[in-house]
């Protein structure tokens, strides 16, 4: 079974910090995404990477960055946390992308910024 | 403004009965439609797709269906169970486009014992 997990389960952080979201899946997936999950707006996309240091923005990347310097592991990076940025973080990968591969989820993390 | 649309922020069915989950898309590009199951504390797992060629698949329980004219999809629970309690979200992909997935807002079922 394809295991994604994420750091942390809960995070409280202050404006204007530097935030790291880690993201550690076991499957040897090539694609690994982030995306925040807000009430009314579903999942959006921030990020996503299809090999080891590539990177590719989503529908929302302003505010965010990426790391991707092994395989199994993708990284979210708040450079300086502002309020609205309070959101649930899910990472996912999938062996390929298209209808044949889903995302499989982690768990999630879910970021309060005050 | 949202390609993939839930009218339904939440739905409430009695244990036993059909539970209907709507989605609605706004573009004609879209060729294959998920639907993801999300329990609380948990990351969405996949539960069904349809392509844009066919206009039902079902999968025990589960029946999508597909309106490609009126670019409506609907998930079909029957019978419900109380163990499907969770958010639904629909998410819609387009083969011309990289393959992302676009994902609506979002439908919270509640199956009631």
């Known amino acids: 079974d394809v295991k994604v997990t994420q750091s942390s389960r809960y995070l409280v952080k202050r404006t204007g910090e530097k935030v790291f979201l880690e993201c550690v899946q076991d499957?040897?997936?090539?694609?690994m995404f982030w995306y925040r999950q807000d009430p009314g707006l579903g999942l959006r996309l921030i990020y996503f990477?299809?090999?080891?240091?590539?990177?590719e923005k989503g529908d929302i990347p302003e505010g965010y960055s990426v790391s991707r310097e092994k395989k199994e592991r993708f990284s979210l990076i708040l450079e300086s946390a502002s309020t609205n940025q309070t959101s649930m973080y899910l990472c996912?990968?999938?062996?390929?992308?298209?209808?044949?591969?889903?995302?499989?989820f982690g768990n999630g993390t879910r970021l309060t910024v005050t | 403004d949202q390609q993939v649309k839930q009218n339904s922020p939440s739905l409430s069915v009695q244990e036993g009965r059909i539970s209907i989950l709507n989605c609605d898309y706004t573009?004609?590009?879209?060729?294959?439609f998920l639907w993801y199951k999300k329990y609380p504390a948990e990351g969405p797992t996949f539960l069904i797709s349809?392509?844009?060629?066919?206009d039902k698949n079902e999968d025990g329980r589960f029946t999508v269906f597909l309106n490609k004219s009126a670019k409506h999809l609907s998930l079909h629970i029957v019978p419900s169970q109380p163990g499907d309690s969770a958010v639904y979200f629909c998410?819609?992909?387009?083969?011309?486009?990289?393959?992302?997935?676009?994902f609506g807002g979002g439908t919270r079922l509640m199956v009631k014992p």
């Open positions: 996912a990968s999938s062996q390929r992308t298209g209808r044949n591969s889903p995302l499989h």
């Open positions: 499957m040897d997936h090539e694609n």
């Open positions: 990477s299809y090999d080891v240091k590539m990177k």
């Open positions: 573009n004609s590009m879209f060729d294959y």
């Open positions: 349809i392509s844009s060629i066919k």
């Open positions: 998410a819609s992909l387009n083969n011309n486009a990289g393959n992302m997935l676009t």
